[in-house]
C-alpha cells in the first residue's frame, strides 16, 4: 500500500504565509512527478505546481511569484510555500504523486485525503 498524508493547512489571513506538507509512504521504489493540486466548492480540482524528480517546477499562472513548490527525495516529501495568500487560494488542497512500488509493476497515479487551506479578508 501507498499512502499520502499531508499536514500543514489551516485558517490564515490575507496577506499571511502558509507552508503544507505532503509524505509518502508505504511500499514504494520510486517516486516521479509530485504536485499539488486545489478544489474550492463549486468548482473542478485545479494543478497549483509541479515538480519532477530532478526539481523542475512548474505553477499555474495564478500562484507565480507566490507559491514555491519544493521536494526532499530522501524523505518522499513534497512541500508547498504559499506566501501573499488571497481569499480566492482557499481551498482544499490535495497531494499527488507518481510512484513505482516495484520493478514488476507501472507507475500509478495517488492522491492524499486533502488538507484544508482558508485565507479570511
Known amino acids: 500500500q501507498v499512502q499520502l498524508v499531508e499536514s500543514g493547512g489551516g485558517l490564515v489571513q490575507a496577506g499571511g504565509s502558509l507552508r503544507i506538507s505532503c509524505e509518502a509512504s508505504?511500499?514504494?521504489?520510486?517516486?516521479?512527478?509530485m504536485g499539488w493540486y486545489r478544489q474550492a466548492p463549486g468548482k473542478s480540482r485545479e494543478l497549483v505546481a509541479g515538480?519532477?524528480?530532478?526539481?523542475?517546477?512548474n505553477y499555474a499562472d495564478s500562484v507565480k511569484g507566490r507559491f514555491t513548490i519544493s521536494r526532499d527525495n530522501a524523505k518522499n516529501t513534497v512541500y508547498l510555500q504559499m506566501n501573499s495568500l488571497k481569499p480566492e487560494d482557499t481551498a482544499v488542497y490535495y497531494c499527488?504523486?507518481?510512484?513505482?512500488?516495484?520493478?514488476?509493476?507501472?507507475?500509478?497515479?495517488?492522491w492524499g485525503q486533502g488538507t484544508q487551506v482558508t485565507v479570511s479578508p
Open positions: 515538480i519532477s524528480r530532478g526539481g523542475s517546477a
Open positions: 499527488n504523486a507518481f510512484i513505482i512500488r516495484s520493478d514488476d509493476e507501472p507507475l500509478r497515479s495517488y
Open positions: 508505504g511500499r514504494i521504489l520510486s517516486i516521479d512527478v
